[in-house]
């Protein structure tokens, strides 16, 4: 049985969770700071890490104690060590090392997408090969994994992540952040009424959504000269049909042309209703890859996720030292670098 504590600071919330053999939650908790961030409409990154710095001991005492575990029960401390906000990050990585030092615990680095692909574990056993589409508010990326603890991005954003663009398309629609989730709700409302470009990338599995955004923006603008009202709902629901149209079909195209044993939900915006309609619906063309989409709080920023993660990289040695720094632009870990 191994125990692991993990922290996880890598934008607006601060989480530590106690995690068994990386699949049991023994505790999870996570503070989120969106109240604060809603009235500047937007993460604000020193605000953020303000906030982490005043609420990081009180919900790693809290992950402690609804373990029910003592600081000798656990093995080791994992943390986000990248990518995301460098001052959030700073305070995640500050108090794992600090825990790790004053109790003598290894320590683990984690980077922030394998904890989302790792979610999935909460689930079900995860199956190889895998492919996992990680879709948040920095992040868009097919993942194929041959192995465990094997990551190739065989597709990416060639510009904004989806979950940017629907925190600033829903900035246009006036309803404020985060954008996702007002998004989704607003477009049940919304009719096929407006058409919008669909994004087009030269590599087959990348995708594209600020031309997607822009032609939201320009739509606005052009009704309003227009003298016409906009109707949000039905903006929201044409903006969300062309960006998610697009983005399921390259994923089940990918499925079709690699064959993985799974396809797995990763990431905020797979918490999104329409996404995981759409998706199950279009899979049932591929029965032979069974479908993970996790429960909506394994999707959003968690802890638990990060102790998933870091089980696998305690299974392969993959341990930090005291001197590592927070890596805002860290890379998927991939064969070459690390992996056994
Ligand atoms: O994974 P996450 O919690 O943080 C990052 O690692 O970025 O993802 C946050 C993103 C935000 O852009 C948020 O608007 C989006 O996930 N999101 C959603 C939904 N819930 C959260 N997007 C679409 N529909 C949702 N229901
Ligand atoms: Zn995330």
């Known amino acids: 049985m191994t125990i692991i504590l993990a922290i996880e600071s890598s934008c607006d919330e601060t989480a530590c969770a106690v995690i068994e053999d990386g699949c049991r939650i023994l505790s999870n908790v996570v503070s989120s700071q969106i109240d604060v961030h809603t009235k500047f409409g937007g993460v604000v990154p020193e605000v953020a890490s303000r906030i982490h710095v005043e609420n990081i001991s009180a919900v790693?005492?809290?992950?402690?104690?609804?373990?029910?575990?003592?600081?000798e029960e656990i093995d080791a401390i994992a943390y986000t060590q990248g990518p995301g906000l460098v001052g959030s990050l700073h305070v995640g990585v500050q108090a794992a090392k600090?825990?790790?030092?004053?109790?003598?615990?290894?320590?683990?680095?984690?980077?922030?997408?394998?904890?989302?692909?790792?979610?999935?574990?909460?689930?079900?056993e995860l199956k190889y090969p895998l492919m996992a589409l990680v879709v948040s508010g920095g992040h868009t990326e097919l993942v194929w994994m041959k192995n465990d603890w094997d990551f190739n991005?065989?597709?990416?954003?060639?510009?904004?992540?989806?979950?940017?663009?629907y925190d600033k398309v829903a900035?246009?629609?006036?309803?404020?952040?985060?954008?996702?989730?007002?998004?989704?709700?607003?477009?049940?409302?919304?009719?096929?009424?407006?058409?919008?470009?669909?994004?087009?990338?030269?590599?087959d599995f990348d995708f594209s959504f600020s031309g997607l955004k822009t032609a939201v923006l320009q739509?606005?603008?052009?009704?309003?000269?227009?003298?016409?009202?906009?109707?949000?709902?039905?903006l929201a629901w044409c903006f969300q049909e062309t960006a998610l149209g697009g983005l399921v079909k390259k994923t089940v195209q990918a499925v079709k042309e690699y064959h993985p044993a799974m396809l797995v939900l990763a990431g905020g915006v797979a918490a999104n209703s329409r996404l995981r309609v759409m998706i199950e619906e279009e899979m049932k063309e591929v029965p032979e890859t069974e479908l993970i989409i996790?429960?909506?709080?394994?999707?959003?920023?968690?802890?638990?996720?990060?102790?998933?993660?870091?089980?696998?990289?305690?299974?392969?040695?993959?341990?930090?030292?005291?001197?590592?720094?927070?890596?805002?632009?860290l890379e998927m870990p991939c064969e070459e670098t690390d992996c056994s």
């Open 153 to 165: 991005v065989i597709g990416t954003t060639t510009d904004d992540a989806i979950g940017e663009a």
């Open 171 to 203: 900035r246009v629609l006036g309803l404020g952040y985060p954008g996702g989730p007002a998004i989704d709700k607003l477009a049940k409302e919304g009719k096929p009424h407006y058409t919008l470009p669909v994004p087009k990338t030269q590599n």
């Open 219 to 234: 739509l606005a603008d052009r009704e309003k000269r227009k003298g016409n009202e906009v109707d949000p709902a039905d």
């Open 294 to 329: 996790p429960p909506l709080k394994y999707c959003t920023d968690n802890a638990a996720m990060i102790g998933a993660s870091a089980y696998v990289a305690w299974q392969h040695g993959l341990f930090g030292t005291l001197d590592a720094a927070a890596d805002p632009g």
């Open 60 to 71: 790693i005492a809290e992950g402690i104690e609804q373990s029910g575990c003592s600081m």
């Open 98 to 124: 600090t825990l790790a030092w004053m109790y003598h615990k290894p320590i683990i680095p984690i980077h922030h997408l394998t904890g989302h692909i790792y979610a999935n574990r909460f689930v079900r």
